[in-house]
C-alpha cells in the first residue's frame, strides 16, 4: 500500500520539481518528457552566438533539397532526428535603412498570399543587454496531414539582419515554446561587422 502511494504520488511530484528546476538554456528543459540541453554555437563567420539545441544536427542534404527546393534554401538548418522539429538560421541583405517592424510586416503579408488557412498568434520583442532586439512572431500553417506550428525572429546586426526560424508539429509547440522564446532572446553579436 505505501509502495503504491509512493509510486503514484511521490515520483510525478519529484519528476515535476526537477523539471522547473531545469528550466533555463544553460540548465536544458524538459520537452516531451527528456532533459533537452543547449549549447553556444557561433554562424556566419563568427558574427553571432545563438543556442542551438545539443541532439540537433545538420539536415542532410537529400533531405534539405526535398524540405527547401529553390534557390533560396536556408545555409543553416539543424534539425532533430527524427526531422520533425528543425532550427533555421539565415542572415538577409536588406537595405541599411530597412525597418526590422517593416521587414515582419511584409514577411507577414507575403506568408497571408501564400497559404490559405495561415493563422497568427503572438507577435513579441525580445530586447536583452549585450543580445541582438528580435522582432518574432508565431503562427500556425496547415500541413498535409497535420498542422505546422512556426516561431521566425528578425533583428538587426550591423548592416545585415538575422532571421531564425523555428518549426515543429503543432502537438509539440507547446513544450518547445519557452525554449524557443529564451533562444530568439539571447542571441548574442559576437564580432563587429567591418565596412566592406
Known sequence: MAENYYDKQI??????????EAMSLDTGYYIEGRL???IKEQYFDKLLSIYTPNSFIDMP??????????????EIIKTNL??????IISLLKVSEDTE???LVTDFKNLLSKAHTGIKFLEYDEF??????KMYCF????PGIDERIYHKTGLGKIGRETVQVMFNCREPLSRTWK??????????????KQTNE
Request: hydrophobic residues 40%; proline residues 7%.
Open 127 to 132: 530586447e536583452n543587454e549585450d543580445c541582438v
Open 36 to 38: 533537452e540541453t543547449f
Open 82 to 87: 527524427v526531422g520533425d522539429v528543425n532550427l
Open 11 to 20: 515520483i510525478p511530484l519529484k519528476i515535476r520539481n526537477s523539471e522547473a
Open 61 to 74: 542534404k537529400e533531405i534539405r533539397e526535398i524540405k527547401y527546393p529553390n534557390n533560396f534554401r536556408p
Open 138 to 141: 508565431d503562427f500556425i500553417i
Open 100 to 102: 526590422v517592424k517593416t
Open 178 to 191: 519557452k525554449a524557443v522564446n529564451d533562444i530568439l532572446q539571447n542571441i548574442i553579436p559576437v564580432r
